[in-house]
């Protein structure tokens, strides 16, 4: 394993962003930039060996911090959607930036995404840390997070999330990858066979935020227990896709701890990749707003063109007691991991 790394640009405000590259004994390699613990490439052999990028992301940091979309970033203090940006804890009312509509979206204005996070380098591995003062983004707490990026020579890409506050408060943390196994820029991922280990899924309303109301995905769009196309159902006549405009939704993963929830493959290229997880969910996002752009290399982007397997506590958790909590309480260890193992179809 080797790690090199490089200059990436800078920030609007002059901060240096370092891109760091680890590379694996196959060559098999993966970018991470330390401007939001972004996962800026992800390059592995397809069928015929042809190293692939399955990351979309952009060329410069210019245009990840004029973007939206959050491509490749690590996702807090609370992923995902808190409605109308306010949640009461021990009593006291919180109000957060209103960002999405009428909710609370992945960390507020200025979430971990737009952080340039002190780095430090450990043979196959990135050590992130980044401490969130209370009040940031109108969240309660000084709290102190310890991120560990790996990449190994099986081609597991290893994502371990650490933090503890000083004061109750609530996190959510995920990262929030586009994958488009077919390479980066290629199009539409609607051909992309998916499985997830879920028998249920969290109903939306209009605004993409939980009602509390959990549905079986039997008979219904969101019936991923065995693979199926991503497109297949995608534009059935149907409330929650609707809501969604496709597929946004969080779904209730099988079992408990570290397990197999997910599998991803593109019949173009044969790249799968497996999603494991310690999270209770996965939101899977289809990339419906993701409006017409420049990608790396000048490739283009636009609506469809990959998905997101985002591992999470359940959206909008503060609001419904019959979610698992997104409460951290005060000195008590937060600790989850997600992994990505690519490999090819058989």
Request: overall charge negative.
């Amino acid at each position: 394993m080797s790690v090199q790394m490089r200059e990436f640009g800078r920030t609007a405000d002059g901060r240096v962003v370092t891109c760091y590259r680890i590379t694996n004994a196959s060559g098999a390699y993966v970018e991470v930039l330390d401007y939001g613990c972004t996962l800026h490439s992800i390059c592995v052999p397809n069928r015929d060996g042809t190293l692939t990028d399955v990351c979309l992301g952009y060329d410069t940091v210019a245009e990840y911090e004029a973007n939206d979309g959050y491509l490749g970033a690590f996702i807090g203090r609370h992923a995902n959607r808190i409605g109308k940006g306010k949640f009461t804890l021990n009593g006291k009312e919180y109000s957060l930036a209103v960002n999405n509509g009428p909710n609370h979206l992945h960390g507020g204005m200025k979430g971990f995404d737009k952080v340039v996070w002190a780095t430090a380098v450990a043979s196959d591995r990135l050590l992130f840390s980044h401490t969130s003062p209370d009040g940031d983004e109108g969240y309660p707490g000084n709290l102190l997070l310890s991120l560990i990026y790996s990449f190994d020579d099986n081609n597991n890409l290893t994502l371990i999330y650490d933090a503890v506050c000083d004061a109750d408060t609530v996190v959510n943390f995920t990262n929030h990858c586009y994958f488009n196994l077919s390479g980066q820029g290629t199009g539409t991922v609607t051909d992309h066979l998916l499985q997830v280990n879920a028998d249920f899924f969290t109903e939306n309303d209009a605004d993409c935020l939980p009602t509390g109301k959990v549905l079986s995905v039997e008979g219904t769009p969101f019936d991923f227990r065995t693979p199926k196309a991503i497109g297949r159902d995608i534009l059935l006549d149907e409330i929650n896709l609707k809501n969604g405009s496709g597929y946004d939704h969080n779904f209730v993963l099988q079992g408990e701890g570290m397990r197999p929830v997910a599998e991803l493959t593109a019949p173009k290229t044969g790249i799968s990749v497996t999603t494991s997880t310690t999270q209770p969910g996965i939101q899977i996002y289809t990339a419906n707003f993701l409006t017409d752009r420049k990608g790396k290399g000048g490739t283009a982007y636009g609506f469809r063109d990959a998905v997101c397997l985002e591992t999470q506590h359940f959206p909008d958790a503060v609001h419904h007691e019959n979610f698992p909590s997104a409460v951290l309480k005060k000195g008590e260890e937060y600790h989850q991991v997600t992994r990505y193992t690519f490999t090819l179809a058989k």
